[in-house]
Each structure stands twice: as C-alpha cells, then as structure tokens.
C-alpha cells in the first residue's frame, strides 16, 4: 500500500513537474533558444537520452526539475544568437513566463476533462437531517428537495447558504418531496463555523446535508464550466495567500510541505481518480501563483528583474543578481526548513 502511495505521490510531482518544465522547453525551442537539458528530478541520473541538442534525463531524487537553456547566466553567455540573455527582455519574459502558464493551463483541461466525464456537485436535495436542529424539528426529512427559500429559487448548495446565511428572522423553505410541494417555517440557528480560510465565523444554519450527484457536459459548456471554476480556484488561493501573509490565517495551518502534500495525495487516492484529478489541478494553480511570486530564483523573481531591466534600460550588474541570487536561496531554504518541520510537527501532534 505505502508503495502504491508513493508511487501515485511520485506521479503527481512528475506531471506537474514536466508541464512546468515543458513550457519554458518548448516556449524556448520557439524563439530560437537552445536547450542543452530538460532533467527531471535531482541527483545521479538514472536514465538519460539525447534527442537534437536537448539531453533529456531522469534523476534519483523525484522532487523537482529544470530545463538549461544555453547561456542562461549572463556570465556565461558568448553573445551566441541561441542563448537565453542574447534575447530581447520581452522573449525572455516569455520563457520564464511559461513555465507558471503551463501549470495553470494543465489545471483548466483537467478541470474541463472533468466536467465533460462527471464533476462531483452538492446537490440540494437533503442527505441528512441533523437531529434538533430547525430543520429536524420543522420536519424536513431526508430526500426532500429544496427549491425556494423566501419564495427565491433555489438552483445550487450555494444559493440556499447564502439565502439561509443572509435572511433574518423566521424563514420559509419550500421542498419538493415525491410528487408534493410542501413549506415549512423555521428559524435558523446561529453557530460559529470555520470558513475554507480556517477563520471563524458566524452563520446560520438549518441543519441539513447535501446529496453529492455527478453532472456531466458536453464539451462546449464543460470548456466554460472549467474555465469559470478555475478562475474560482485562482481567487480562493490568492485569497488565501492574502490571509496567510496578513496573518488572518495562521501560517502553521496555511502551509503545506512535500511531507503533508504526499499524506493529503495519499488520501485523497483513496477517494478515486475524480477527486485524485481534482487535487492534481488544485496543486497545479497553487504552483503557478507561488512561482510568480518576486523572490529571485523563482520565476517571479526573474520576471522582476526582466522589469527593472526594461525600466532601467539596462541589466543590473551581475554582482547585484549574484546578491539577490543568493538572498532568493536562503528565503527558499528557510520556507523549506519550515515547511519540513511544520509538517512533522503536525503529523506528530495529530498521533498523540
């Protein structure tokens, strides 16, 4: 079973991996740069093969990858037409440009392949009635459909959250049970949730579970159901981010290492390929944002110095990347550090 865990973890990393790596490859390729190496993983090389100018190989240690490009280090390049920094600051915004896109662009044909195959949905028809609740006690009972709250329709698990969460006072739920329409009155109880975010909120709340049915589209509404979920995604993450760094959102609870991500893949595994896929495509735009962040040796942090070489009109010195370089190199081995020991920490608490 570990075996099996491990080797779907490896997976995972390896198709996120190659999609970022591929779109600097091939975006690269396009403006006339050659690719000495396309390397998957770290370490000794396990295998290896040379196909035109590009050595592509697979290393022993699986977490991460890299293209090199020819003269990628202003110090090392000769002015060759083929190489990285003899290109204009807009084609090399492109390549490391790329690699993030790719990543997204990976999570949005999942998303839609999904939505074309069966996406899991909440569906308001009720799956189970929390005892001495309002809704058990005005007598909703499982399987009653819910369509109007209010006399507003209800289409969505969304739409009755936030009709329940924003009226005041008694309310009105019109259900559809077998072939009879039938009201009830209740007044919603008030509770202190915890919001996707971890932050603790107040809500109303009548007491009932979803259904979870599948809806399947045909391709041309599952390309637009996929785009408008991965746009969804995108501002939950980034609205995630935004409460870790302001600190809404405890950075012990936000972050997650190689540790945690392969415990969270290993789980989720067991729920299906559907929900494996869905993970898959959430750790894609995850990693997209987190690689356009300005910290040097990200490809956020080159794309900041492309602009302040196109604002400057000119390259800073190399003694100047050199130093950012190095300061990017000790941020990311400290988030590391953390991340590693966050997520032992929590495991070990987790098993007292």
Request: with cysteine; charged share 20%; glycine share 8%.
């Amino acid at each position: 079973m570990w075996l099996i865990d491990i080797l779907i973890f490896l997976g995972v990393l390896s198709v996120l991996i190659i999609s970022h790596e591929f779109g600097h490859f091939i975006v690269a390729r396009r403006n006339g740069i050659k690719v000495e190496k396309f390397s998957i993983g770290f370490g000794p090389v396990v295998f290896k093969v040379k196909r035109r100018d590009t050595i592509f190989s697979i290393c022993a240690i699986p977490l991460g990858g890299y293209v090199k490009l020819a003269g990628e280090d202003r110090a090392s390049c000769r002015g060759r037409e083929d190489e990285f920094f003899s290109k204009p600051p807009g084609i090399r915004a492109k390549v490391i440009f790329a690699g993030p896109l790719f990543n997204y662009f990976l999570s949005f044909v999942i998303l839609w392949f999904l939505f074309i195959v069966g996406m899991p949905s909440l569906d308001t028809t009720v799956n189970e009635v929390v005892k001495n609740m309002p809704a058990h006690i005005g007598g909703i009972e499982k399987g009653d459909k819910i369509i109007e709250v209010n006399n507003r329709e209800i289409k969505t698990w969304d739409d009755l959250r936030q009709e329940i969460g924003n009226s005041q006072g008694k309310i009105r739920i019109t259900v559809l049970r077998k072939d009879r329409y039938l009201q009830f009155e209740m007044l919603p109880k008030e509770t202190e949730t915890k919001d996707i975010f971890g932050r603790t909120i107040k809500s109303r709340k009548i007491g009932v579970y979803p259904s979870i049915i599948t809806k399947r589209y045909n391709p041309l509404l599952a390309l637009v159901k996929g785009a408008g979920y991965t746009l969804k995604l995108t501002f939950l993450i980034v609205k995630g981010f935004y409460y870790t760094f302001t600190g809404t959102l405890p950075i012990k609870e936000a972050v997650a290492g190689p540790v945690r991500l392969f415990e969270i893949t290993s789980n989720v595994a067991q729920q299906g390929v559907i929900a494996l896929l869905n993970l898959v495509s959430l750790i894609g735009i995850s990693l997209a944002i987190i690689n356009l962040f300005p910290i040097p040796i990200l490809d956020g942090g080159h794309l900041f110095l492309i602009l302040l070489e196109k604002l400057r009109r000119r390259p800073l010195s190399e003694k100047a990347e050199s130093i950012l370089t190095n300061i990017g190199i000790v941020i990311i081995s400290a988030i590391m550090f953390f991340v590693f020991y966050n997520d032992i920490i929590n495991i070990i608490s987790r098993k007292k």
